[in-house]
């Protein structure tokens, strides 16, 4: 008897589940206990098990696709068993099992059965369109399943994504340094001597979304793929010289500057003459240096650079945030002259070496410990207080910033810390955090002392309900005693969403966060 799979709850708060990885394909026998899937989740991608041994008999969500819990995953039965009822009765809708099923049959004309079609994944809960950061391999190369295709830049980080099928790379849709919305045409892989045209011109065509491959009818018609207006974004113009247009893909540009080459002394090999990055790599300039081209005073010049998906998100996040939570703040000043002692004594022990920023993420943790109103969400209907600490610590890259989280801060040690902030930031710049790595946070430190700013404010890193902003340690003018002497000072703001954090609790935190900053030592006790 058939046994139908739902996407299933795989933590508290999940609410729609992404299938990252399926480990058995249609025709499979399954055994109890076999790993069916990768499932990510909103906090964490987990394997999947099977509770029944037989066939897998249908799949309801195709790898990269999106649905709610109790959404139909798989059908799991015996081999020939007729599953029909199952995908036209029941949750499914009628209409679309039925264009599954003729998906499934012979009507799937419309697409050559000697292609398949590769569209951009979904690589992270969040994403919602891809840039193509790099191709590894090009048109006209063998493909082998499981070879690296493309460099994907997420919101997140940077991916290789590689090849589920075996064939020839016939046709790339997305150009390195372009982006694509999630499920637009990447690239088509078949035989070698395929009708790319044919292939093109169904993907045009109305029904080219049910006829997708036979492998993947059913996500195509139950998440239908809108039908590309256009197979490549639109170009991107980076720079103007002598009123003449260079069009270069922005990972050229960014190979170029990195290189110190003249982009304006490229020649491109790109659709239109645009630069792109092999011409970059292949570059070399003429005998004797060249001659730069004269660009005279006065002209006008501008450079347009494609948003990335990390900016995108960061805009759009940071909008919900500053206009949806009522933000407030609470300005302090630390002295912090036995901080530094602290920090001295401390790393004169043998291979040791602690920042003040590991300082203040561990003083902080502790505070939040004791006042755990602070360390909350907020939602419409309640207030989570935390009673762990996983502290989000903003790191600067390249296109903006990413906050890596250090799990169970109060109960790491100032070197423990230390070294997992600093592996986290040379990580970020090379965008190989894991989506796992960023997910979690419970409150957030945003540190520009390094900078020499001295006092800023932050917006809260949602759902978090506040953010510590951190300035630069000031020698001043400070009485102590009844005397005047230089003191060391550190303001720090503390923004709060004022629907769970009230101001004299916000001012609490900051009081306990005071005792342990300015006698670091009772955070060894």
């Known amino acids: 008897m058939a046994e139908i799979i739902n996407m299933p709850r795989l933590s508290d708060t999940m609410e729609e589940g992404t299938v990252a990885t399926w480990f058995k394909k249609v025709g499979d026998t399954v055994s109890e206990g076999d790993i069916l899937a990768e499932i990510e989740t909103d906090k964490a991608t987990m394997e999947f098990e099977a509770f029944h041994a037989g066939e897998l008999l249908h799949i309801g969500i195709q790898e990269g696709g999106t649905a709610p819990v109790d959404t139909l995953l798989a059908i799991i039965g015996e081999k020939g068993e007729d599953i029909s009822a199952h995908l036209s009765g029941g949750t499914p809708d009628v209409a679309v099992e039925e264009a599954v099923v003729e998906a499934e049959t012979s009507e799937v004309v419309a697409l050559p059965s000697d292609v398949e079609v590769i569209t951009m994944p979904r690589l992270s809960d969040t994403m919602e369109e891809g840039t193509v950061a790099s191709w590894l391999k090009k048109v006209g190369e063998t493909v082998a399943e499981g070879d690296i295709l493309a460099e994907i830049e997420t919101d997140k980080a940077?991916?290789?994504?590689?090849?589920?099928?075996?064939?020839?790379?016939?046709?790339?849709?997305?150009?390195?340094?372009?982006?694509?919305?999630?499920?637009?045409?990447?690239?088509?892989?078949?035989?070698?001597?395929?009708?790319?045209?044919?292939?093109?011109?169904?993907?045009?065509?109305?029904?080219?979304?049910?006829?997708?491959?036979?492998?993947?009818?059913?996500?195509?018609?139950?998440?239908?793929?809108?039908?590309?207006?256009?197979?490549?974004?639109?170009?991107?113009?980076?720079?103007?010289?002598?009123?003449?247009?260079?069009?270069?893909?922005?990972?050229?540009?960014?190979?170029?500057?990195?290189?110190?080459?003249?982009?304006?002394?490229?020649?491109?090999?790109?659709?239109?003459?645009?630069?792109?990055?092999?011409?970059?790599?292949?570059?070399?300039?003429?005998?004797?240096?060249?001659?730069?081209?004269?660009?005279?005073?006065?002209?006008?010049?501008?450079?347009?650079?494609?948003?990335?998906?990390?900016?995108?998100?960061?805009?759009?996040?940071?909008?919900?945030?500053?206009?949806?939570?009522?933000?407030?703040?609470?300005?302090?000043?630390?002295?912090?002259?036995?901080?530094?002692?602290?920090?001295?004594?401390?790393?004169?022990?043998?291979?040791?070496?602690?920042?003040?920023?590991?300082?203040?993420?561990?003083?902080?943790?502790l505070a939040l410990k004791k006042h755990p109103q602070v360390n909350s969400r907020w939602y419409d209907d309640k207030i989570v207080k935390h009673n762990h600490v996983h502290m989000g610590v903003a790191v600067a890259v390249e296109d903006g910033l990413v906050v890596p989280v250090v799990q169970f801060a109060d109960e790491q040690s100032?070197?423990?810390?230390?070294?997992?902030?600093?592996?986290?930031?040379?990580?970020?710049?090379?965008?190989?955090?894991?989506?796992?790595?960023?997910?979690?946070?419970?409150?957030?430190?945003?540190?520009?002392?390094?900078?020499?700013?001295?006092?800023?404010?932050?917006?809260?890193?949602?759902?978090?309900?506040?953010?510590?902003?951190?300035?630069?340690?000031?020698?001043?003018?400070?009485?102590?005693?009844?005397?005047?002497?230089?003191?060391?000072?550190?303001?720090?703001?503390?923004?709060?969403?004022?629907?769970?954090v009230d101001g004299a609790t916000g001012s609490q935190f900051l009081q306990t966060l005071q005792q342990y900053i300015e006698n670091p030592l009772t955070m060894l006790l």
């Open 158 to 365: 940077t991916m290789e994504f590689e090849s589920f099928h075996n064939g020839t790379l016939l046709y790339v849709g997305i150009q390195e340094g372009e982006s694509a919305p999630v499920d637009s045409v990447l690239a088509i892989i078949g035989a070698k001597d395929a009708d790319v045209k044919a292939a093109l011109a169904s993907l045009d065509s109305k029904t080219a979304p049910v006829a997708e491959t036979p492998k993947a009818a059913a996500a195509a018609v139950a998440a239908p793929v809108e039908t590309p207006k256009a197979l490549a974004t639109p170009v991107v113009a980076v720079k103007k010289v002598n009123n003449g247009r260079i069009i270069a893909s922005p990972l050229a540009k960014k190979l170029a500057e990195e290189k110190g080459i003249d982009i304006a002394m490229v020649s491109g090999s790109g659709d239109g003459g645009r630069i792109i990055k092999r011409d970059i790599e292949g570059y070399q300039p003429a005998a004797g240096g060249g001659v730069r081209p004269f660009v005279p005073s006065g002209v006008e010049s501008v450079e347009e650079m494609a948003n990335s998906q990390m900016r995108k998100t960061i805009a759009k996040r940071l909008a919900a945030s500053k206009f949806t939570a009522p933000h407030y703040y609470l300005g302090v000043e630390y002295d912090m002259d036995n901080a530094i002692a602290f920090r001295t004594q401390f790393n004169s022990i043998p291979d040791t070496k602690i920042s003040f920023n590991d300082i203040i993420v561990k003083a902080t943790a």
């Open 414 to 500: 100032l070197p423990q810390i230390g070294a997992l902030v600093k592996d986290y930031a040379l990580r970020a710049r090379d965008k190989k955090l894991t989506p796992a790595e960023m997910d979690g946070s419970t409150f957030t430190i945003s540190n520009l002392g390094m900078f020499g700013i001295q006092e800023f404010t932050s917006i809260i890193n949602q759902p978090n309900s506040a953010i510590l902003s951190v300035g630069a340690i000031v020698q001043k003018p400070v009485v102590k005693n009844g005397q005047i002497v230089v003191g060391n000072m550190m303001k720090l703001t503390l923004a709060c969403d004022h629907r769970s």
